[in-house]
C-alpha cells in the first residue's frame, strides 16, 4: 500500500505560529540533530495521531502543544488526520479530519471510531479478511486493526540493536500486540493467518456440531435398541404361551407389532364366567344341604329301629313274669310287696307288649324325600363335578386370556420409538466443510514455506549488500518466524549462531529485516502494511556523545545509509514502485550529501539549540 507523509504539524498553546515539518516521497527523509531535541518524539507524533490509545508523546512536548497534526496520502487519497493533545497523560478524543491538506487551525469535525473505521478499509481490512469464510460463518475471534501493521513501519530505537527483538510490541501495547505478531506477520508475508485462525475456529464450531448430530444419532439407536428389544420381549412372551408358533422367526419391529396385534384382535372371546361361579356355589350348598337332609333321616331310622330293638328286649326279659303268675303263683312267698312287685312287673309287660302290638309305620314322605334327595344328591354332584371340571379349564384359559390382556396393555404402551430425524444433508455438508477446512492448514503450511522462503532471499539480498560484516560476508539468513529473529547460518556450518557479536552487527541485521520484510511485500503486492518506514537513529551504536567517530564507525554507518539508499533505488528504478523512509539521526547532513545519496533529503537539523519544540516556544 502506498503512503506518503507529506507533513507533521503542531499548534502550540501560547498561540505561536504552527510549526511544520515537510517530508519528500520516495525519499530518505532525515531529522538529524543533537541529543534531547525532540527527534525520537516524531514516530510517537505519527503513531498518536493515527490513534493510538497511549501516550509515547513525552510531557515536555505535549505540555507546549494544543494540537498534532499530520498529512498524509494513502494510495491515491490525500487525507489529514489532527488530534488535541493529551492531557496529564491521557489520550484525547477531540479529533479532526479532512480529505485536504491541515488547517490553518483545526477544530473538532469527527470521531476517532469514524476515522478508524476509515483507515481500517484503506489498510484493506474488509468482510473478505475479517470473514475469510462469509459472514454467515461469523468473522474470528482475532479483531484486527489497521494498527497492528504499524508494528512493521517503525524501527525504533528501543529495538533497533536488540539481539533478540526485532519489532517494538512494547510500544504499541506488549500484551495485545505480542499475542497478535504471529498471526499478523504470517498474513503480511502472504500467508492468510485470518483464514487459518478462522479455519480452526470453524473445526471447532463444526466437531460440535457433529457431535451434537452423533449424540443425537446414538439416542436414536438407543431408542430403537430399546423399542426391538421390548417387541422381541413380547413376541417371544406370546411364543411362550402358544399364542404364535415357535418356529415362526422375528422379522422386525413393526412387522411383529402387527403381527401380534392380529393376534390380539382375533382371540377377542367374551367368556361368560360370572354364572360358573355362581351355580357351583348354590350347587355346593344344595349338596350340603341335601347330604345334611338324607343324615337326618338315616339318623332318624337307625332310632327307630333301636327303639324296636330295646322294647323287644325289654318284653322277653318280662315273660317269666307271666309264667309266675301263671303256673308258680303259688309258690311265690304270699306277701303284699311280692305281689305288688310282681304286679308292677306285670303290668310293665303288658305295656311293652301293647306297644310292640301297635305297629307304628313312619310316615311315607320321609322315605320318598330320602329317595328324591338321594337323587337330587346324585344329581348335584354330578353336575358340580362337571363345572369343578369347566371351572379347571377355564383357569387354564383364563390365564392365557390374562396373559393376552398384559400383551395388548404392553402393546399399547411400548416405549415411545419417535426418533428425531437427522438431516443427513446438513451431516453431509458438515462433513464436507470440515473435509475442505482440514486441508486449509497443510496448504497453508506449504504456503507458508514458500513465503518464508521468499521473504529470506528478499533479506538476503539486502545482506549481501553489506560490506560492515566480513566475518559473516558468506553466511546464510533465515528469518525464525517461531522467534521472531533473524539468524545467521556461517558458511559450512548446520546450526545458527547464538551470538553475532556487537550492538552494531544486530543493528544491520534489523536494517536487512525491515527491509527485505518491505521488499517481500511489495514483491507479492501485499496491501495492508504501508510503503513507509520510521528509523530511530542507526548511528546509536556508535554515538558518544560528539560527533567525533572513529574511522571505523564511520564507515559503518556510511555504510548502512548505502544500504539504505541503493533499496530505495531498487524500489523506485528496479521495482517501478515507491517507498518512503523517515529517519531521525546523529549524523551530521555531510554523511550523505557528500558520499552522494541521492536519496536521501534533509527536512531539518536539530543544532545550535534548535529541537522540535522552538526555543520561542520553550521560553514563553
Given at each position: 500500500m502506498r503512503f506518503v507523509l507529506h507533513e507533521i504539524k503542531l499548534w502550540f498553546q501560547n498561540g505561536d505560529d504552527p510549526k511544520s515539518y515537510k517530508f519528500l516521497a520516495d525519499r530518505v527523509n532525515v531529522i538529524t540533530g543533537d541529543a534531547t531535541t525532540g527527534k525520537t518524539s516524531f514516530w510517537s507524533i505519527i503513531d498518536y495521531c493515527l490513534l493510538s490509545g497511549k501516550v509515547n508523546i513525552a510531557n515536555t512536548i505535549y505540555e507546549k502543544v494544543e494540537w498534532f497534526g499530520i498529512h498524509l496520502s494513502v494510495d491515491d487519497k490525500e487525507v489529514s488526520i489532527a488530534r488535541k493533545s493529551p492531557k496529564r497523560g491521557t489520550v484525547a478524543a477531540d479529533v479532526f479530519f479532512d480529505s485536504k491538506a491541515l488547517p490553518e487551525t483545526p477544530e473538532v469535525n469527527s470521531t476517532i471510531p469514524e476515522i478508524k473505521t476509515f483507515l481500517d478499509a484503506e489498510f484493506g481490512i474488509d468482510d473478505s479478511l475479517r470473514f475469510p469464510f462469509g459472514k454467515d460463518l461469523g468473522q474470528s475471534s482475532f479483531n484486527i486493526s489497521y494498527r497492528h501493521f504499524l508494528l512493521?513501519?517503525?524501527?525504533?530505537?528501543?529495538?533497533?540493536?536488540?539481539?533478540?527483538?526485532?519489532?517494538?510490541?512494547?510500544?504499541?501495547?506488549?500484551?495485545?500486540?505480542?499475542?497478535?505478531?504471529?498471526?499478523?506477520?504470517?498474513?503480511?508475508?502472504?500467508?492468510?493467518?485470518?483464514?487459518?485462525?478462522?479455519?480452526?475456529?470453524?473445526?471447532?464450531?463444526?466437531?460440535?456440531?457433529?457431535?451434537?448430530?452423533?449424540?443425537q444419532q446414538n439416542k436414536n439407536v438407543r431408542k430403537q435398541k430399546s423399542f426391538e428389544s421390548s417387541v422381541l420381549a413380547l413376541f417371544n412372551r406370546c411364543k411362550q404361551y402358544n399364542f404364535i408358533e415357535y418356529t415362526t422367526s422375528f422379522r422386525d419391529p413393526e412387522w411383529a407389532i402387527s403381527f401380534m396385534n392380529d393376534i390380539v384382535s382375533t382371540n377377542k372371546e367374551v367368556i361368560q364366567n360370572s354364572n360358573l361361579f355362581e351355580e357351583i356355589e348354590n350347587l355346593d350348598k344344595r349338596r350340603i344341604q341335601i347330604q345334611s337332609e338324607v343324615n337326618s333321616i338315616d339318623r332318624y331310622q337307625r332310632e327307630l329301629k333301636s327303639y324296636y330293638r330295646n322294647l323287644k328286649k325289654s318284653s322277653d326279659s318280662l315273660q317269666p313274669i307271666e309264667f309266675l303268675n301263671s303256673k308258680l303263683s303259688d309258690q311265690l312267698v304270699d306277701s303284699y310287696e311280692t305281689r305288688v312287685f310282681v304286679d308292677t312287673l306285670e303290668e310293665s309287660l303288658q305295656k311293652i307288649k301293647a306297644s310292640l302290638s301297635r305297629k307304628v309305620t313312619p310316615s311315607p314322605e320321609p322315605?320318598?324325600?330320602?329317595?328324591?334327595?338321594?337323587?337330587?344328591?346324585?344329581?348335584?354332584?354330578?353336575?358340580?363335578?362337571e363345572l369343578l371340571e369347566i371351572r379347571k379349564d377355564y383357569f387354564s384359559r383364563g390365564e392365557k386370556f390374562m396373559i393376552l390382556g398384559e400383551i395388548k396393555h404392553a402393546l399399547q404402551n411400548l416405549p415411545l420409538y419417535d426418533p428425531k430425524p437427522i438431516d443427513e444433508v446438513q451431516l453431509n455438508n458438515l462433513n464436507e466443510e470440515k473435509g475442505q477446512l482440514e486441508k486449509i492448514p497443510a496448504e497453508s503450511s506449504q504456503i507458508k514455506h514458500n513465503m518464508r522462503s521468499m521473504l529470506n532471499e528478499s533479506i538476503q539480498r539486502n545482506f549481501n549488500l553489506l560490506n560492515s560484516l566480513p566475518a559473516y560476508q558468506n553466511s546464510r539468513i533465515d528469518f525464525n518466524p517461531e522467534r521472531m529473529i533473524l539468524q545467521l547460518y556461517p558458511e559450512g556450518q548446520l546450526f545458527p549462531l547464538d551470538n553475532v557479536g556487537s550492538k552494531s552487527n544486530?543493528?544491520?541485521?534489523?536494517?536487512?529485516?525491515?527491509?527485505?520484510?518491505?521488499?517481500?511485500?511489495?514483491?507479492?503486492?501485499?496491501?495492508?502494511?504501508?510503503?513507509?518506514?520510521?528509523?530511530?537513529?542507526?548511528?546509536?551504536?556508535?554515538?558518544?556523545?560528539?560527533?567525533?567517530?572513529?574511522?571505523?564507525?564511520?564507515?559503518?554507518?556510511?555504510?548502512?545509509?548505502?544500504?539504505?539508499?541503493?533499496?530505495?533505488?531498487?524500489?523506485?528504478?528496479?521495482?517501478?514502485?515507491?517507498?518512503?523512509?523517515?529517519?531521525?539521526?546523529?549524523?551530521?547532513?555531510?554523511?550523505?550529501?557528500?558520499?552522494?545519496?541521492?536519496?536521501?533529503?534533509?527536512?531539518?537539523?536539530?543544532?545550535?539549540?534548535?529541537?522540535?519544540?522552538?526555543?520561542?516556544?520553550?521560553?514563553?
Amino acid at each position: 500500500m502506498r503512503f506518503v507523509l507529506h507533513e507533521i504539524k503542531l499548534w502550540f498553546q501560547n498561540g505561536d505560529d504552527p510549526k511544520s515539518y515537510k517530508f519528500l516521497a520516495d525519499r530518505v527523509n532525515v531529522i538529524t540533530g543533537d541529543a534531547t531535541t525532540g527527534k525520537t518524539s516524531f514516530w510517537s507524533i505519527i503513531d498518536y495521531c493515527l490513534l493510538s490509545g497511549k501516550v509515547n508523546i513525552a510531557n515536555t512536548i505535549y505540555e507546549k502543544v494544543e494540537w498534532f497534526g499530520i498529512h498524509l496520502s494513502v494510495d491515491d487519497k490525500e487525507v489529514s488526520i489532527a488530534r488535541k493533545s493529551p492531557k496529564r497523560g491521557t489520550v484525547a478524543a477531540d479529533v479532526f479530519f479532512d480529505s485536504k491538506a491541515l488547517p490553518e487551525t483545526p477544530e473538532v469535525n469527527s470521531t476517532i471510531p469514524e476515522i478508524k473505521t476509515f483507515l481500517d478499509a484503506e489498510f484493506g481490512i474488509d468482510d473478505s479478511l475479517r470473514f475469510p469464510f462469509g459472514k454467515d460463518l461469523g468473522q474470528s475471534s482475532f479483531n484486527i486493526s489497521y494498527r497492528h501493521f504499524l508494528l512493521f513501519n517503525s524501527l525504533t530505537e528501543t529495538v533497533i540493536g536488540a539481539p533478540e527483538t526485532y519489532f517494538d510490541t512494547t510500544f504499541y501495547g506488549k500484551t495485545e500486540y505480542d499475542d497478535a505478531l504471529t498471526h499478523i506477520f504470517n498474513l503480511i508475508i502472504g500467508v492468510n493467518d485470518m483464514a487459518i485462525i478462522k479455519a480452526k475456529e470453524r473445526l471447532v464450531e463444526i466437531e460440535a456440531e457433529l457431535k451434537k448430530i452423533q449424540r443425537q444419532q446414538n439416542k436414536n439407536v438407543r431408542k430403537q435398541k430399546s423399542f426391538e428389544s421390548s417387541v422381541l420381549a413380547l413376541f417371544n412372551r406370546c411364543k411362550q404361551y402358544n399364542f404364535i408358533e415357535y418356529t415362526t422367526s422375528f422379522r422386525d419391529p413393526e412387522w411383529a407389532i402387527s403381527f401380534m396385534n392380529d393376534i390380539v384382535s382375533t382371540n377377542k372371546e367374551v367368556i361368560q364366567n360370572s354364572n360358573l361361579f355362581e351355580e357351583i356355589e348354590n350347587l355346593d350348598k344344595r349338596r350340603i344341604q341335601i347330604q345334611s337332609e338324607v343324615n337326618s333321616i338315616d339318623r332318624y331310622q337307625r332310632e327307630l329301629k333301636s327303639y324296636y330293638r330295646n322294647l323287644k328286649k325289654s318284653s322277653d326279659s318280662l315273660q317269666p313274669i307271666e309264667f309266675l303268675n301263671s303256673k308258680l303263683s303259688d309258690q311265690l312267698v304270699d306277701s303284699y310287696e311280692t305281689r305288688v312287685f310282681v304286679d308292677t312287673l306285670e303290668e310293665s309287660l303288658q305295656k311293652i307288649k301293647a306297644s310292640l302290638s301297635r305297629k307304628v309305620t313312619p310316615s311315607p314322605e320321609p322315605s320318598g324325600n330320602l329317595a328324591e334327595l338321594k337323587k337330587e344328591l346324585e344329581d348335584v354332584t354330578k353336575r358340580l363335578a362337571e363345572l369343578l371340571e369347566i371351572r379347571k379349564d377355564y383357569f387354564s384359559r383364563g390365564e392365557k386370556f390374562m396373559i393376552l390382556g398384559e400383551i395388548k396393555h404392553a402393546l399399547q404402551n411400548l416405549p415411545l420409538y419417535d426418533p428425531k430425524p437427522i438431516d443427513e444433508v446438513q451431516l453431509n455438508n458438515l462433513n464436507e466443510e470440515k473435509g475442505q477446512l482440514e486441508k486449509i492448514p497443510a496448504e497453508s503450511s506449504q504456503i507458508k514455506h514458500n513465503m518464508r522462503s521468499m521473504l529470506n532471499e528478499s533479506i538476503q539480498r539486502n545482506f549481501n549488500l553489506l560490506n560492515s560484516l566480513p566475518a559473516y560476508q558468506n553466511s546464510r539468513i533465515d528469518f525464525n518466524p517461531e522467534r521472531m529473529i533473524l539468524q545467521l547460518y556461517p558458511e559450512g556450518q548446520l546450526f545458527p549462531l547464538d551470538n553475532v557479536g556487537s550492538k552494531s552487527n544486530y543493528m544491520f541485521m534489523h536494517l536487512c529485516v525491515y527491509l527485505g520484510l518491505h521488499e517481500h511485500m511489495i514483491n507479492i503486492e501485499q496491501t495492508h502494511v504501508p510503503q513507509f518506514l520510521f528509523i530511530d537513529q542507526p548511528s546509536i551504536p556508535y554515538y558518544t556523545g560528539d560527533n567525533d567517530k572513529g574511522n571505523d564507525d564511520k564507515t559503518k554507518l556510511l555504510d548502512a545509509f548505502k544500504l539504505l539508499n541503493t533499496f530505495l533505488e531498487y524500489i523506485i528504478v528496479d521495482k517501478q514502485d515507491h517507498f518512503q523512509i523517515f529517519m531521525v539521526e546523529h549524523a551530521p547532513r555531510d554523511y550523505w550529501e557528500n558520499n552522494d545519496l541521492q536519496y536521501f533529503h534533509t527536512v531539518d537539523e536539530f543544532i545550535n539549540g534548535k529541537g522540535l519544540i522552538p526555543n520561542n516556544v520553550y521560553s514563553s
